[in-house]
């Protein structure tokens, strides 16, 4: 039995049991299931299953000569009405994968950013997004680590009139009684300390920043994905109800 032809036969639809029970049955000519166990070399139940699915599939047909059942090969013009078949189906389909391929596909992208200069260019993509930012875990660190780079960043992003709402951890406090903080555009609340945490998370547009605001190695991660940032934005919301002003 040629191997080629088993192969050639699994690429055209058929199993490699099938295959081999084929190729066995058109040298045979017409043979019961044993004979063709012996000829294809496929385990007696397997071949069984073979012939029931090579039945079904219009490439063999069966007679009873007496008790015994024996098969016979279709025409191997058949397999040719096989794979056409196979087309027409799939011709029906077709128009519908065509829409779903060419409907516009939600834009994602992720970016890691590392050291001060990194994290600032998470910062200008934020501002090109020019909408409201929703910061988690605010501790004055990114001040701290980027210092007199976030100055640069919160002043453009007042001049661009973009709102902050900022949740804090409580022990900041005190430290919010000055500055940017007072803007009518900067909105402010607290989260129990229980729950400080190093990273921080803000969400801006189609935007999430997770930032990592360690000494000496400042990074933050930024996935770009619509549903996962109005995710955020909600989980956001829950928690900005149930902060402290």
């Known amino acids: 039995m040629s191997f080629a032809n088993v192969e050639t036969l699994t690429q055209c639809g058929l199993t490699k049991n099938e295959a081999k029970v084929y190729l066995a049955l058109l040298k045979l000519g017409t043979a019961t299931a044993i004979e063709i166990t012996k000829q294809s070399h496929v385990h007696r139940v397997n071949v069984y299953d073979a012939l029931e699915r090579l039945r079904e599939k219009g490439l063999i047909s069966t007679v009873f ?101 900022a949740l804090y951890y409580e ?27 190093v990273g921080m998370v803000d969400i801006c547009g189609d935007l999430v920043l997770n930032l990592i605001p360690v000494e000496d190695n400042i990074m933050v991660i930024v996935i770009e994905n619509k549903s996962l940032a109005d995710t955020y934005r909600k989980f956001f919301e829950f928690m900005w109800v149930n902060a402290k002003t």
């Open 65 to 165: 000569q007496g008790k015994k059942r024996i098969y016979e090969a279709a025409n191997p013009q058949q397999l040719l009405q096989l794979i056409k078949g196979k087309e027409e189906q799939l011709n029906q389909i077709l128009p519908q994968l065509q829409q779903e391929f060419k409907l516009p596909k939600e834009r994602q992208q992720v970016h890691h950013f590392f050291g001060p200069e990194g994290v600032m260019r998470a910062y200008w993509m934020m501002l090109e997004q020019d909408a409201t930012i929703y910061a988690i875990g605010g501790q004055g660190l990114n001040r701290k680590y980027l210092q007199h780079r976030h100055e640069m960043f919160n002043k453009k992003r007042l001049a661009q009139d973009m709102h902050l709402k």
């Open 171 to 197: 022990y900041t406090r005190e430290d919010k009684q000055r500055g940017w903080e007072h803007s009518t555009l900067t909105h402010i609340r607290y989260m129990s300390d229980k729950y400080k945490g």
